[in-house]
């Protein structure tokens, strides 16, 4: 819900309105900082993608990729590996929406790129 799409797990606990806009952005990146730590052995623009993917469908999902991963001997802080275990992988015996985290990932890092290329361009 709001800016940041918060889902109620996250935005509940921390007991703000959803659609109160200072509150969800201070709670989304908070929210992104804690994915983003719970990726240590991850590395550069990987740590990023794990935590993104977290952020947008649970980071148990994304670590039952990676457990999957290690079980085919695949490199499991590598996201383009993880990401094609992400069909397989289960949190509570449900599966994951990976396509659409997938591209969540990938659509966010496209924008980063375009904003930075944007950045480069403007400041030349």
């Not at 606990?13 to 709670?27: L, M």
């Not at 990146?29 to 993608?49: I, P, Q, T």
């Not at 994304?62 to 085919?72: D, F, N, P």
Request: hydrophobic residues 40%; positive net charge; charged residues 25%.
């Amino acid at each position: 819900m709001g800016l940041m799409q918060l889902a109620p797990c996250v935005y509940e606990p921390a007991n703000i309105d959803p659609f109160d806009v200072r509150s969800n952005i201070r709670v989304g990146c908070s929210h992104l900082a804690v994915m983003y730590g719970v990726f240590k052995k991850e590395v550069n623009f990987d740590r990023w993608k794990f935590a993104l993917a977290s952020y947008n469908g649970g980071v148990g999902y994304i670590c039952s990729a990676q457990k999957l991963a290690e079980i085919w001997k695949a490199d499991s802080t590598k996201w383009c590996q993880v990401s094609t275990f992400l069909k397989d992988a289960k949190c509570k015996e449900r599966g994951c929406d990976w396509v659409q985290i997938v591209m969540y990932v990938d659509l966010v890092i496209t924008k980063f790129y375009e904003y930075m290329f944007l950045e480069l361009k403007n400041g030349q």
